[in-house]
């Protein structure tokens, strides 16, 4: 069962698995086009899900979604395979330690879009946590 504290949990192994997922992928990606390497992670990720899904029993035809779900979700995995072109490509010419974290500037932009769009409103602390995230990224990329 599904807790209001469980969120945090499954947030902790994302965050996990985003950090092995770079540094396997800047591994897997000597020597080869960084979109391939895209291409062939996605197919994995389309294997590994679809098998996922039937075996727990939650799999139902897509096309019975509403309209505007499906809308979202496609403007959601098109913006992830941008999001992983753009992921791949900065790993394939950079370093991992400083490519991530700037890819983390995501978590700045999802405050700033969650306000504009969702209507959400993140208390003072949050905003300084937010705050801390985007300076840390700025040192980060600052070149000397």
Known sequence: METSQTWFVWALMSAVFAALTAIFAKVGLAGVDSDLATLVRTGIIAVVLTAFVVA???????LTLPPKTLLFLLL?????????VCYFRALKIG???KV???DKLSLVLVAV??????????????WAGILMVAAGVLVLAWKR
């Open 95 to 97: 370093d991992a330690s």
């Open 113 to 126: 879009f969650a306000v504009l769009f969702l209507h959400e409103r993140p208390a003072v602390r949050e």
């Open 56 to 62: 727990t029993g939650k799999w139902a035809n897509p």
């Open 76 to 84: 959601s995995g098109l913006a992830t395979g941008a999001s992983w």
């Open 100 to 102: 991530a974290p700037v």
